[in-house]
């Protein structure tokens, strides 16, 4: 029965790490879409950082 719960687990685990990819993916997308619609000035480099703690 262990084996179960430790496979239902890293399905989870890879549920939300999915999860926490598309949102990082559609907040970047985004932002960069912001700075593309907006020809106010040249931007020619954009760095976003993310704050992300996992516990395992």
Known sequence: MK???VINSQRRM???FHS????IRN???HTLNA????AIAEV?????KFGTHVDV
């Open 3 to 5: 084996r179960g719960i």
């Open 14 to 16: 890879a549920q939300r």
């Open 20 to 23: 926490i990819e598309t949102t």
């Open 27 to 29: 907040y970047t997308t």
């Open 35 to 38: 700075f593309r619609n907006r």
């Open 44 to 48: 020619s480099e954009v760095a976003l």
